[in-house]
């Protein structure tokens, strides 16, 4: 029986070396670190883990060594996303294998499928795999918007189970759940505390990566405590750190928020480039300011 995600799920920036390969004795300590922090979950090789520059020994030494380290204790989906059905299936099916206890796939990135493709495309991928499918909407990496009415068409597929809307329009958390909510399970991918106000199961996180602890505060007080005062004026307090790794700045500033904390991030992957100084330099300002120590 597959298990239920919810909460707070940080999706990973991936640690590299000065040759930019995997850093997976560092992966391994982050990964232990985010659990200890209090993450409710994890999900490497999403965008924010540069999946897309990574060699497949590279992919494949990530999941491993994420869902390895985690050992049962808390869920870990592997970002799974490609242009091709056929290959989305293939690493759907390693994840698998690996021992992931789903999937996150990103739609097709270059093709612009119709409505009617992005069906077949996940409905090939849940029927492949026996592990739960988080469909990611994130339109403005994708080229491609699933609105409520075609994640309800989706959510209608066996395994479709969750959702992470990316978009600034919180209120696609209420259309979901109005449309699909008996079948597929939203979490906010950009807006956190706007969607668990509006019913959102969870959040997926960039912020996290830097402030596990804090990030999943503000869910288990608004969802879980309802005490949503509270939630909101830690989600105002926090919101320095969430904005700074918002928008284009998600990997460079996510490792450069790291790489001040003590942890060591390497720099993001090619064609991506570290941040200029003056942002590098306001980067180390937020660390000294919120006191953000990467400790072990």
Same mark, same amino acid.
């Given at each position: 029986?597959?298990?239920?995600?919810?909460?707070?799920?940080? %999706?990973m920036?991936?640690? =590299?070396?000065a040759?930019?390969?995997?850093?997976?004795?560092?992966?391994?300590?982050?990964?232990?670190?985010?659990?200890?922090?209090?993450?409710h979950g994890?999900?490497?090789?999403g965008? +924010?883990?540069e999946f897309?520059?990574?060699?497949e020994?590279?992919?494949? /030494?990530?999941?491993r060594t %994420?869902?390895?380290?985690?050992?049962?204790r808390?869920?870990? !989906?592997?970002?799974t996303?490609?242009?091709?059905?056929?290959?989305?299936?293939?690493l759907?099916?390693k #994840?698998?294998?690996?021992?992931?206890?789903? %999937? $996150?796939?990103i739609p097709?990135?270059?093709? +612009?499928?119709?409505?009617?493709?992005l069906?077949?495309? &996940?409905?090939?991928?849940?029927? /492949?795999?026996?592990i739960?499918? $988080?469909? &990611?909407?994130?339109?403005?990496?994708?080229?491609?918007?699933?609105k409520?009415?075609? !994640?309800a068409?989706?959510?209608?597929?066996?395994g479709?189970?969750? =959702?992470?809307e990316?978009?600034?329009?919180v209120?696609?958390?209420?259309?979901?759940?109005?449309? #699909?909510?008996?079948? $597929?399970?939203?979490?906010?991918?950009i $807006?956190?505390?706007?969607s668990f106000?509006?019913?959102?199961?969870?959040?997926v #996180?960039?912020?996290s990566n830097?402030?596990?602890g804090p990030?999943?505060?503000?869910?288990? !007080?608004?969802?879980?405590?309802?005490?949503y005062?509270? /939630?909101?004026?830690l &989600?105002?307090?926090? !919101?320095p750190?969430?904005n700074a790794?918002?928008?284009?700045?998600? =990997? /460079?500033?996510?490792?450069?928020?790291?790489?001040?904390m003590?942890?060591?991030?390497?720099n993001?992957l090619?064609?991506?480039?570290?941040?200029?100084?003056?942002k590098?330099?306001?980067?180390?300002?937020?660390?000294?300011?919120f006191?953000l120590r990467?400790?072990?």
């Open positions: 029986m597959s298990k239920k995600f919810r909460g707070v799920y940080t %999706v920036i991936t640690p =590299v070396d040759d930019g390969r995997a850093n997976l004795a560092a992966l391994a300590d982050f990964t232990n670190w985010q659990i200890e922090q209090g993450i994890l999900i490497p090789l965008s +924010t883990g897309l520059s990574l060699s020994e590279d992919w494949d /030494a990530v999941a %994420v869902i390895d380290t985690a050992a049962g808390v869920p870990v !989906l592997i970002g996303g490609a242009e091709d059905t056929r290959e989305a299936v293939r759907s099916k #994840a698998e294998a690996f021992g992931a206890d789903g %999937v $996150m796939i097709p990135f270059y093709s +612009t499928p119709t409505d009617d493709e069906v077949q495309h &996940y409905k090939t991928i849940a029927e /492949a795999i026996s739960p499918i $988080m469909v &990611y909407n994130n339109p403005a990496t994708s080229n491609v918007d699933m409520p009415e075609l !994640l068409r989706i959510a209608e597929i066996k479709c189970d969750y =959702v992470k990316s978009t600034l329009e209120f696609r958390i209420r259309d979901i759940i109005r449309l #699909a909510g008996k079948n $597929m399970t939203p979490f906010g991918g $807006m956190g505390f706007e106000v509006m019913g959102a199961e969870g959040w #996180a960039v912020a830097v402030a596990p990030m999943a505060r503000i869910f288990e !007080l608004a969802a879980d405590e309802k005490k005062d509270e /939630a909101k004026a &989600y105002l307090e926090w !919101l750190i969430i790794v918002g928008g284009q700045a998600y =990997v /460079a500033g996510s490792k450069s928020l790291l790489t001040h003590g942890f060591a991030a390497g993001p090619p064609p991506r480039l570290p941040l200029p100084a003056e590098d330099a306001e980067m180390k300002a937020l660390v000294e300011r006191n990467y400790a072990r």
